[in-house]
Structure formats: C-alpha cells, structure tokens
C-alpha cells in the first residue's frame, strides 16, 4: 500500500501562485501515475491533474494552463505548481498513487487507496 503525505496549502490571494508536494512511499510497481485530487465541503473528490512513470500528463479543463504538475522519482515527491490561483481553487488537495499508467487520461486508483490528510488551499478574491 502506498502512503503520501501532502504538504505546501495555505492562503493566497487571487492571482497568486503556490506548489503543493506529496512525499510518497511503499510503490511496487514500475508502472504507476500518481494524481492530484481536490474536494470542497458537500462535493465529489475530482482529479486536478496525473502523472505516470512514462512521463504523461493529463489536468482536468479547469486548470489547464494554470497548473503544473511534476515527479522527482529520486525523491519520490510529487508537485503541483499551481499559478493564476481563482477563488474556485479553494479545496482541500490530496495526492494518491495509481496501479498503472494514465488510462485514456486518468489515473486508475488502488482499490484499497488510503487517502492521505491532504493540504488546504484558501484563495481570496
């Protein structure tokens, strides 16, 4: 099982820019993505944007051209730069870890994925 913790939140004003970093541990595979998640209070869990071992990237619409997101597999840490910052960015962010590549853009999650704390990130407009 795969555990992360996620680290880098806070409060930022509009327009401004922030990086998220997930430290991850206990991968098996070669093959993974890993992903980064967002929820607000009475909302789904979405996907902001993945990464796999190849390399690929997918970011949901809303925060394409805004958003970053990158791998240091000697650190085993994940990021998500995230600029522009709206206040529909507001959300509590997690990462999680995915049993293969990108499939068709998503990253398919363990079914047994334990999902982190996550970070909080609080955009004022």
């Known amino acids: 099982q795969v555990h992360v913790e996620e680290s880098g939140g806070g409060s930022v004003q509009s327009g401004g820019s922030l990086r998220l970093s997930c430290v991850s541990s206990?991968?098996?595979?070669?093959?993974?993505?890993m992903g980064w998640f967002r929820q607000t209070p009475g909302k789904e869990r979405e996907g902001v944007a993945a990464?796999?071992?190849?390399?690929?990237?997918s970011y949901a619409e809303s925060v394409k051209g805004r958003f970053t997101i990158s791998h240091d597999n000697v650190k085993n840490t994940l990021y998500l730069q995230m600029n522009s910052l709206k206040a529909e960015d507001t959300a509590v962010y997690y990462c999680?870890?995915?049993?293969?590549?990108?499939?068709?853009?998503?990253?398919?999650?363990?079914?047994?994925?334990?999902w982190g704390q996550g970070t909080q990130v609080t955009v004022s407009s």
């Open positions: 206990g991968h098996t595979r070669s093959n993974y993505c």
């Open positions: 990464i796999d071992s190849d390399g690929h990237t």
């Open positions: 999680a870890a995915g049993r293969s590549v990108l499939q068709y853009g998503v990253c398919p999650l363990y079914p047994n994925n334990l």
